[in-house]
C-alpha cells in the first residue's frame, strides 16, 4: 500500500523546510535545555492526558470496533495540525495522523486502543461492580497509551515548531491487538517503509524498557471451518454429515498433539459455531486456535500440523473443510540503542508520587484477587530490560512484527496494579484513576525526551539501525505469515459491541460537565468495602 509513502514525501515537500535544520549540530547543555522544555510541556498538559484517558476508558470498545475511540483521537490530532489517513490497510477504525517540519527523522508512535470483553468495571472501586453487566472493559489498560503518545507528540512538535528541528512525527493505533489482528497488515501494506524508527507504549505498573530478545511467544491465530450435511437428528440421522463431529475430532486430534509439544509452545482454542440446535444434525461448525511459539519456525510447524489434523478430521466426518488467518505476531525483539537512551530518561523521569490513596486502592485490589504479594504500588524503578538468553513462553504481541521491520522499543508505563490476573475486570479498576493519569503523564515525558534524543542527536539513528542490520537481522530474517490475499478479520466482535454500545453510550464521559470520570461515575476514591 503506498498511500501513506506519497502522503508524507508529499507533506514533507509542502514543508520546504531547509536541509539544514536537520543537520545542526547541538551542544550537551543545548540538548539538555530542550528536553527539559518537553518535559515541562508535558507536565503543563496532564490535565489534557487525563482526559483523553478517561474518554477512551469510558468508550470500552473491542478491536476492529473502536469507532468512538478512533474519532476522538484522530480528531484531537487533526486539531493540532496533524494529517490523518483513515481506513488503513482496509481496517475502517485503523490511521495514521502525521506531521512534519521538514527534512528529518521519521519517528512513529504506536499503542494499542481495544478492550476486553466482559471486563466492565467502575474505576477506583476494589471489587468486581460492572458498570454494564457482561459488556467489554478496559480490563488490559488499552485507554492510557495514545493518550500518552498524543501528550509526547504534541510536546515534542511545539519544541520542533519553535527551534526549527527538522523531523517527521507519526502516530498510529494498535488497533485489535486482543485478537493480534491489525500490526502485521500494517507490515504487509508497506506502512512502516519509510519510518525511520518506531517507539510503542504499553501499560504497566513500573516505568520500563527492555532491549533484544524478549519474554513471550508469537503466534499464529486461525479459524477451522467445516461443513457436512444437515439431517433431522433422530428421524434421519444416517443422512446428516456432522460439521460438529468434524471441529470436535479436530480439537481431540490437537490435545493428542499436545501431549508432544515442547514446554515452550502454547496453544488455546474456542468454537465458534457449534450447529444451531439439538435436533438438526450440524452443517456447519468451527474451531479457533491461537498457536504459539518462541520462534518463528515452530509457529508455522504447529500451524502445518494442525492443518493436517483438520483435513484429516474432514476426512473421517465426509466434511469438508476450510480455514483463514485471523491475526498473526513475530516473537518480539527490541532495539539495544533506542532502549539504552530511553532508559536514561526514564531515570531522570522516575516513578510518580503516588498517594495514600492510591496505595490504598492497589492493596485492596491486590487483596481481592489474592495475588501472592499485597505490597501496592511499586516504589523502585525497574531495571532496563536485558536479552532473554534462554527463551521464556507467554503471552503475544503483534509490535513483535514491527519490530523485524524497523528498530522498535516498548516502553512500558506504571498505569496499573502489580500482581493482577490480566484480561480481567480487576485490571480496569486502576485504568481511570490518579494512578493511570499520573502513569500516563511520566511515561509521556519519557517518551518525548527521548525522541528528542534521536532529533538533536543523528548519530544515535545510524547506531540503532546499526545494531538492527548488524546483530538483529544478522541471521534473522522477517517472513510475513499472511499472504497478499489475506483480508483483516474486521468482522470480529461487531455483534458484542452492538449488543453492548446502546447501554454504553449512557456512560460516556463527558468533560465538559465532570473533572474526571469518576466525578461521573459518582466514585469515593478510593472505594475499598461494598
Known amino acids: ?85 483513515r481506513s488503513i490497510s482496509n481496517i475502517p477504525t485503523a490511521w495514521f495522523a502525521t506531521w512534519s517540519n521538514g527534512e528529518g527523522p521519521v519517528i512513529a508512535l504506536g499503542s494499542d486502543v481495544d478492550c476486553i470483553p466482559k471486563a466492565s468495571q467502575y474505576p477506583g472501586v476494589a471489587y468486581h461492580k460492572p458498570i454494564v453487566e457482561g459488556a467489554p472493559g478496559h480490563g488490559e489498560g488499552h485507554n492510557s497509551g495514545i493518550p500518552l503518545n498524543i501528550t509526547s507528540a504534541l510536546a515534542v512538535k511545539e519544541v520542533m515548531e519553535k527551534e526549527g528541528i527538522g523531523g517527521t512525527l507519526i502516530l498510529w493505533p494498535g488497533i485489535a491487538e486482543e485478537l493480534v489482528a491489525a500490526k502485521a497488515w500494517y507490515v504487509r501494506d508497506g506502512l512502516f517503509d519509510d519510518i525511520d524508527m518506531c517507539i510503542f507504549t504499553h501499560v504497566s505498573s513500573n516505568l520500563s524498557v527492555s532491549w533484544g530478545p524478549t519474554r513471550g511467544t508469537g503466534l499464529i491465530s486461525v479459524e477451522y471451518m467445516f461443513e457436512g450435511e444437515a439431517a433431522h437428528s433422530a428421524g434421519a440421522p444416517w443422512r446428516g454429515r456432522s460439521a460438529l463431529d468434524a471441529a470436535e475430532l479436530m480439537n481431540v486430534g490437537w490435545n493428542y498433539k499436545r501431549e508432544h509439544l515442547h514446554p515452550l509452545k502454547r496453544s488455546h482454542s474456542i468454537f465458534t459455531d457449534a450447529g444451531d440446535q439439538p435436533n438438526v444434525v450440524p452443517s456447519k461448525a468451527g474451531i479457533w486456535f491461537y498457536f504459539r511459539d518462541v520462534t518463528y519456525e515452530g509457529i508455522m510447524e504447529m500451524y502445518a500440523e494442525a492443518n493436517d489434523i483438520a483435513k484429516g478430521a474432514a476426512m473421517m466426518t465426509g466434511t469438508t473443510m476450510t480455514s483463514r488467518v485471523l491475526g498473526t505476531a513475530w516473537p518480539r525483539h527490541y532495539n539495544k540503542v533506542i532502549a539504552e537512551t ?117 548519530e544515535l539513528l545510524t547506531q540503532a539501525w546499526d545494531y538492527f542490520n ?38 460516556y464521559y463527558d468533560e465538559t460537565k465532570y473533572d474526571t470520570y469518576l466525578e461521573q461515575l459518582g466514585v469515593e476514591y478510593p472505594t475499598i468495602e461494598e
Open 1 to 85: 500500500m503506498k498511500t501513506t509513502k506519497i502522503l508524507l514525501s508529499g507533506i514533507m515537500l509542502f514543508v520546504g523546510v531547509a536541509t539544514s535544520t536537520a543537520q545542526k549540530k547541538y551542544s550537551k547543555n543545548q540538548v539538555k535545555k530542550l528536553k527539559a522544555e518537553v518535559e515541562a510541556i508535558v507536565e503543563a498538559n496532564k490535565k489534557q492526558t487525563q482526559v483523553m484517558v478517561d474518554k477512551i476508558f469510558s468508550f470500552a470498545e473491542l478491536g476492529f470496533q473502536e469507532e468512538e475511540s478512533s474519532k476522538y483521537l484522530t480528531g484531537i490530532l487533526e486539531d493540532n495540525g496533524f494529517t490523518i489517513e
Open 342 to 458: 530511553m532508559y536514561e530518561n526514564i531515570k531522570q523521569v522516575g516513578l510518580p508520587e503516588w498517594t495514600e490513596a492510591d496505595q490504598q486502592l492497589a492493596k485492596a485490589v491486590q487483596t481481592q484477587v489474592e495475588s501472592r504479594k499485597i505490597e501496592g504500588l511499586p516504589t523502585e524503578l525497574s531495571e532496563i530490560g536485558l536479552p532473554v538468553l534462554e527463551p521464556v513462553s507467554g503471552g503475544s504481541d503483534d509490535i513483535g512484527d514491527i519490530s523485524w521491520k524497523v528498530p522498535t522499543v516498548t516502553m512500558r508505563f506504571p498505569s496499573n496494579i502489580p500482581g493482577l490476573p490480566g484480561h480481567h475486570w480487576a485490571n480496569a479498576i486502576a485504568m481511570a484513576t490518579p494512578i493511570a493519569h499520573k502513569g500516563a503523564t511520566a511515561g509521556a515525558k519519557a517518551e518525548a525526551m527521548t525522541i528528542m534524543d534521536f532529533l538533536l542527536k543523528p
Open 470 to 507: 548488524n546483530e538483529q537481522t544478522k541471521e534473522t530474517k522477517y517472513e510475513p505469515m499472511i499472504s497478499a490475499d489475506d483480508m483483516p478479520p474486521t468482522f470480529l466482535n461487531k455483534d458484542k459491541q452492538d449488543m453492548f454500545r446502546p447501554a454504553l453510550e449512557a456512560f
